[in-house]
């Protein structure tokens, strides 16, 4: 959905400027079936993975045969298409450029209306973090993260759970017991556990409506016991219309600033040869993540969502060959130079760019998968 939308941004935007565009597809091809409306061919495709869309006169190879001696209608030879007036290349550099900005714009509004619709439904929100002013109402302790073969993941414990009480020593019938605990009180409790003794520390939990009880022996490294949880006061905030329509336009931005801090801090470690795989999830990852998020909700779930929005407009922005930011870079070189870039150059990049792209997806994939295993 998130790969449509982002195309969808390119087809309205290259529509409204008058420019051709020859396919609208969703997924990639082989192609299962297609309807042709007006110039256009909508198209569902065999991998249902995102979508494209074939402007005429995008590509370098189209825009060779077009026979352009120079961009913006200066100086052009002969056209070699009887369409010519209608291909991306024969418009002003001001509108090619926002016809490949589109997508990336149109990534950064879903976020927008996305985060707003959270708010407006009721988003899970941390009573710590909340909004000046927003009332968080349906306060509990929620289990956020859980370490690998911890005391607590073997418990069976999972992210998204409720707790509702704490004991100590959970064998005894006169153990202390919290109820609705903080998470200071869980730390405490879990810390006296090792000058307490035996019995195991005793949980009561809610997940999706139903109790459970279970007793986890904390595990005890250099003298302090843990079970392995992160754990954070999580409630419900609700906003109303206008107020969640500028709260989630704030949130947006917000996150797009923090997303590529977090994305130049991950080249610049990977620069220095600091870089890890394990900073970065693909496809497969996502799954486990997806699944997780909708633990707590679905308007968390489109919040999610949201943020991965914001991390596909900011890759594509990047000026990388295959990337949109890519070919806003030789745009920008075009308009400086006055000339086009022989198509042959930036093909053989693109290329390469793309062949880079597909590689790191693969590698990245491969780590998710002997993470997830």
Do not use: C
Not at 34 to 52: H, Q, V
Not at 53 to 82: M, Q, R
Not at 223 to 236: A, E, L, Q, R, V
């Amino acid at each position: 959905m998130l790969v449509l939308v982002h195309e969808s941004g390119h087809f309205f935007t290259a529509k409204s400027f008058g420019i051709r565009v020859d396919e609208f597809g969703f997924g990639f091809p082989p192609k299962l079936f297609s309807k042709k409306i007006g110039e256009t061919e909508y198209s569902i495709n065999a991998l249902p993975f995102g979508g494209f869309v074939k402007i005429f006169g995008e590509t370098f190879e189209e825009a060779d045969t077009l026979d352009i001696g120079f961009i913006e209608g200066k100086d052009i030879a002969a056209p070699k298409s009887e369409d010519f007036s209608r291909s991306l290349v024969s418009k002003p550099a001001w509108k090619q450029a926002l016809v490949l900005f589109a997508g990336i714009f149109a990534n950064f509004l879903l976020a927008w209306l996305l985060f707003s619709f959270g708010f407006m439904s009721g988003l899970p929100t941390s009573a710590d973090s909340a909004i000046a002013g927003t009332k968080v109402s349906d306060i509990h302790l929620v289990i956020i993260s859980i370490l690998p073969k911890s005391p607590a993941e073997n418990a069976g414990l999972k992210v998204g759970d409720k707790i509702i009480s704490m004991s100590l020593p959970a064998s005894s019938k006169s153990a202390d017991t919290v109820e609705n605990p903080n998470p200071d009180q869980v730390q405490n409790i879990i810390a006296s556990y090792g000058a307490r003794g035996k019995g195991g520390v005793g949980i009561k939990y809610n997940r999706a409506g139903e109790e459970n009880y279970v007793i986890i022996n904390p595990d005890v490294i250099a003298g302090k016991p843990h079970i392995g949880i992160s754990m954070d006061m999580i409630g419900t905030a609700k906003l109303p219309f206008f107020t969640a329509l500028v709260q989630g336009m704030r949130l947006d931005w917000q996150m797009t600033k923090n997303t590529a801090v977090g994305l130049y801090t991950l080249i610049a470690d990977g620069v220095r040869g600091h870089g890890s795989f394990s900073a970065v999830t693909g496809p497969v990852g996502m799954v486990g993540i997806v699944g997780d998020a909708y633990k707590f909700g679905f308007a968390y779930l489109l919040s999610f969502a949201a943020l991965i929005s914001i991390n596909l407009a900011i890759i594509n922005i990047i000026p990388f060959p295959a990337l949109d930011g890519g070919r806003l870079f030789f745009l920008l070189i075009e308009k400086i130079k006055g000339s086009r870039i022989n198509p042959k150059v930036a093909n053989m990049a693109n290329m390469i760019g793309f062949s880079v792209l597909i590689l790191l997806m693969l590698i990245i994939t491969y780590h998710d998968v002997i993470k997830f295993f």
